[in-house]
């Protein structure tokens, strides 16, 4: 099973400032994907083939990396990108999650 | 848009079957993959199993044993069966669609709680 270790556990942050998400791998996965989750919904998909931004998804999100490191990149927050961000990897063994970063309110 | 509603009990006791339903509408359930995600309060997300609309399967090795994943194609629905359950089988249970086979999730349903709880 690959692990994915998401950091941080929570970001605060000014709306405007810009969040950078790590999530790393146990071992090289080929593909990554970011979902964004609010309070009593589901998650909802966001980044996908790593760089890839689904529909309807604002360019201020962007995805990077490779290997065992990759990154979610909001550019500059909007009051409603405060969320939990999970990772998920796929194209290696079955598909795992890391635990979630929370972007609050600073 | 394709839409996902999760349906079943809220509550099942210890040592008995979790049985849900996922029903697909504003799209066919054909040529696609259909997976189950669980969430236990508090925590991460976590692959149960998908299903092809043509009935192969395939599950996550730790929870292989217990949960049967089923398709019916005739009513748009797949299933999820998980048997014997604890109470660390207490989550909120999501049905999602495969953009392409063991990939990313691009449609998901609202999410149904169970607990397991006597």
């Known amino acids: 099973e690959i692990v994915l270790t998401q950091s941080p556990g929570t970001l605060s942050l000014s709306p405007g400032e810009r969040a950078t998400l790590s999530c790393r791998a146990s071992?090289?996965?080929?593909?990554l994907a970011w979902y964004q989750q609010k309070p009593g919904q589901a998650p909802r998909l966001l980044i996908h083939?790593?760089?890839s931004r689904a529909t309807g998804i604002p360019d201020r999100f962007s995805g990077s990396g490779s290997g065992t490191d990759f990154t979610l990149t909001i550019s500059r927050l909007e009051p409603e990108d405060f969320a939990v961000y999970h990772c998920q990897q796929y194209g290696n063994s079955f598909r795992t999650f890391g635990q979630g970063t929370q972007v609050e309110i600073k | 848009q394709v839409q996902l509603q999760e349906s079943g009990p809220g509550l099942v006791k210890p040592s008995e079957t979790l049985s849900l339903t996922c029903t697909v509408s504003?799209?066919?359930?054909?040529?696609?993959?259909w997976s189950w995600i669980r969430q236990p309060p508090g925590k991460g997300l976590e692959w149960i199993a998908y299903i092809y609309y043509s009935g192969n399967t395939n599950y996550n090795p730790s929870l292989q044993s217990r949960a049967t994943i089923s398709v019916e194609t005739s009513k748009n629905q797949f299933s999820l069966r998980l048997n014997s359950v604890t109470a660390a089988d207490t989550a909120v249970y999501y049905c999602?669609?495969?953009?392409?086979?063991?990939?990313?999730?691009?449609?998901w349903g609202q999410g149904i709680l169970v607990t397991v709880s006597s």
């Open positions: 504003g799209g066919s359930i054909s040529n696609f993959y």
């Open positions: 071992q090289s996965v080929s593909y």
């Open positions: 999602a669609r495969d953009a392409f086979r063991s990939s990313h999730l691009d449609f």
């Open positions: 083939g790593t760089f």
